[in-house]
């Protein structure tokens, strides 16, 4: 199975930078992925790393250690907009269903 | 295309009743998910197909579930005999999985099930 860490809860300031750490173990690995999520609504995907470095998505970044399991999710200039509940998930290795960790939500204060 | 999407988006209904979903993904996705959401918690994992193909079932999916897409297309997914810990939120869930790519599931909105 896969155990999926991060943490439950973030508070920033508008303007301010944010990351949100993920750690993971996994029988294998198949890519890892960030989704956002408001309150009351569906999770929508944001970013997919399956080999190490940073990927840059305007004010979204996301890295990936594979040999360290672990990712991070950076958000830039926040904005009230972002506040929401950020997942990580994984799938096992030569599958497609996810497995998420519980979610982190970010609240952004004025 | 207007995305996935699910139907009701809110039930409720007493223990012990049956009560049945509906979610209709993006068209020309052949990979659908479902999965069940419970507050302060990611999605876990309960079913998915390939086409028509049921390929897995989460241990979570008693013999109470059964999930169904008969022609490939829309899904249906049954839960019998409702229980309170049934209460949640369930998610369906579509993508396109070809030859290498990266397999990016796209959520339907949600049926908020809540059991009395």
């Known amino acids: 199975g896969q155990n999926i860490d991060q943490p439950t809860e973030m508070t920033a300031t508008e303007g301010a930078i944010v990351q949100i750490n993920c750690t993971y173990q996994?029988?294998?690995?198949?890519?890892l992925f960030w989704y956002q999520q408001h309150a009351g609504e569906a999770p929508t995907f944001l970013s997919y790393?399956?080999?190490?470095g940073l990927e840059e998505k305007g004010r979204f970044s996301s890295f990936l250690s594979r040999s360290k399991g672990y990712s991070y999710l950076l958000l830039k200039e926040l904005q009230m907009k972002d506040s929401a509940s950020y997942l990580c998930?994984?799938?096992?290795?030569?599958?497609?269903?996810?497995?998420f960790g519980a979610g982190t939500t970010v609240t952004v204060r004025a | 295309d207007t995305g996935v999407s699910q139907d009701p988006r809110h039930k409720i209904t007493k223990r012990g009743q049956n009560v049945t979903f509906r979610c209709d993904p993006i068209?020309?996705?052949?990979?659908l998910y479902w999965y069940r959401q419970t507050l302060g918690q990611g999605p876990e994992f309960l079913t998915y197909?390939?086409?028509?193909?049921?390929?897995?079932k989460s241990r979570l999916l008693s013999d109470r579930f059964s999930a169904e897409r008969p022609k490939g297309s829309f899904s249906t997914l049954e839960i019998q005999r409702t229980e309170q810990g049934d209460s949640a939120m369930y998610l369906c869930?579509?993508?396109?999985?070809?030859?290498?790519?990266?397999?990016?599931?796209?959520f339907g909105p949600g049926t908020r099930l809540t059991v009395l």
């Open positions: 998930a994984v799938p096992p290795s030569g599958d497609y269903k996810l497995s």
């Open positions: 996994t029988s294998g690995f198949n890519g």
């Open positions: 790393n399956v080999l190490d």
């Open positions: 869930a579509s993508s396109w999985v070809g030859e290498g790519g990266v397999d990016e599931q796209f």
């Open positions: 068209s020309e996705h052949n990979r």
């Open positions: 197909f390939q086409n028509e193909a049921q390929l897995e």
